[in-house]
């Protein structure tokens, strides 16, 4: 297990203007505690934080996940606040939630 500390919200408002995404107060607060981790499959890294554009979603690459095949993008949707993987090994590629929440 691997945990760093989080960025300053001066680093996370940075992001947020090099992306051209509004982060929500869930991502804002995770980053301020957490800038990367890594445990079991499960990898979150601040500095690899991605747009994705899926079905007419904004989403946000958070990191990888080692459930469902080699290696998973791990996203976030702003709209409804809740935590996908995006399972590209299925026909076609499918997006799994698995957690409601960043909380």
Wanted: without cysteine.
């Amino acid at each position: 297990m691997f945990i760093s500390k989080g960025k300053s919200y001066n680093e996370i408002k940075e992001k947020e203007n090099s992306l051209a995404i509004i982060f929500s107060e869930d991502i804002i607060e995770f980053f301020s505690t957490i800038s990367k981790f890594q445990f079991e499959g499960i990898s979150i890294h601040f500095d690899e934080l991605a747009p994705l554009n899926k079905e007419q979603l904004n989403l946000l690459i958070l990191g990888e996940f080692w459930l469902y095949g080699d290696g998973d993008k791990i996203v976030y949707n702003s709209e409804d606040h809740k935590v996908y993987s995006f399972a590209h090994e299925y026909r076609p590629p499918q997006l799994i939630k698995i957690a409601d929440s960043l909380k």
